[in-house]
T-cell receptor, first 116, second 113 residues
Framework: AQSVAQPEDQVNVAEGNPLTVKCTYSVSGNPYLFWYVQYPNRGLQFLLKYITGDNLVKGSYGFEAEFNKSQTSFHLKKPSALVSDSALYFCAVRAYGSSNTGKLIFGQGTTLQVKP | NAGVTQTPKFQVLKTGQSMTLQCAQDMNHNSMYWYRQDPGMGLRLIYYSASEGTTDKGEVPNGYNVSRLNKREFSLRLESAAPSQTSVYFC????????????FGQGTRLTVV
């Protein structure tokens, strides 16, 4: 069965410090991996995706994510956190080779709190 | 550029009542989805429509029905609401179903009492 795990319910970081939000996945075949962000009372917004190629993917708002096939991980990172980065972050996966429907499997979400 | 629009934004229902959640997208996307979001559980797919005229069950379809009215609109119906359906519902559409990038509406917060 395909699944995504975000082991931390909440991550706290001071403004200006680097941040990491963790994600691991289990899927048959090569995964398509995504990060989405949800601000309060808003829908999800796409941050970045990994399909193939370079293991380090750059996305919106200065975020990047590192794909590690051996560890089946896709951690979200940012070198210097901003208070405005505080939000709920979701990792998601779609298995390559499944029907072309775009169905996503989401992790449970990680709340990022950046303190001034 | 409206993107994905959901109505209503908030709704309170009594157990056993029915209602339809509306969703429309103006991006000419073929694929549309309904998810529900519950605390600690992420988003779970209820139904999806890969193209106009087709619908398929997702992970948690029980208690729901959908209609893909046309390319723009994809509605979700609760025939007999139950407290377990209290949730935030998100509609999404995808320009690239092969790669999974989706655009989401702002959500409908539904409470069933």
């Amino acid at each position: 069965a395909q699944s995504v795990a975000q082991p931390e319910d909440q991550v706290n970081v001071a403004e200006g410090n680097p941040l990491t939000v963790k994600c691991t996945y289990s899927v048959s075949g090569n995964p398509y991996l995504f990060w989405y962000v949800q601000y309060p009372n808003r829908g999800l917004q796409f941050l970045l995706k990994y399909i193939t190629g370079d293991n380090l993917v750059k996305g919106s708002y200065g975020f990047e994510a590192e794909f590690n096939k051996s560890q089946t991980s896709f951690h979200l990172k940012k070198p210097s956190a901003l208070v405005s980065d505080s939000a709920l972050y979701f990792c998601a996966v779609r298995a390559y080779g499944s029907s072309n429907t775009g169905k996503l499997i989401f992790g449970q979400g990680t709340t990022l709190q950046v303190k001034p | 550029n409206a993107g994905v629009t959901q109505t209503p934004k908030f709704q309170v229902l009594k157990t056993g009542q029915s209602m339809t959640l509306q969703c429309a997208q103006d991006m000419n996307h073929n694929s549309m989805y309904w998810y529900r979001q519950d605390p600690g559980m992420g988003l779970r797919l209820i139904y999806y429509s890969a193209s106009e005229g087709t619908t398929d069950k997702g992970e948690v379809p029980n208690g729901y029905n959908v209609s893909r009215l046309n390319k723009r609109e994809f509605s979700l119906r609760l025939e007999s609401a139950a407290p377990s359906q209290t949730s935030v519902y998100f509609c999404a559409s995808s320009e690239e179903p092969q790669t999974g990038k989706a655009f989401f509406g702002q959500g409908t917060r539904l409470t069933v009492v």
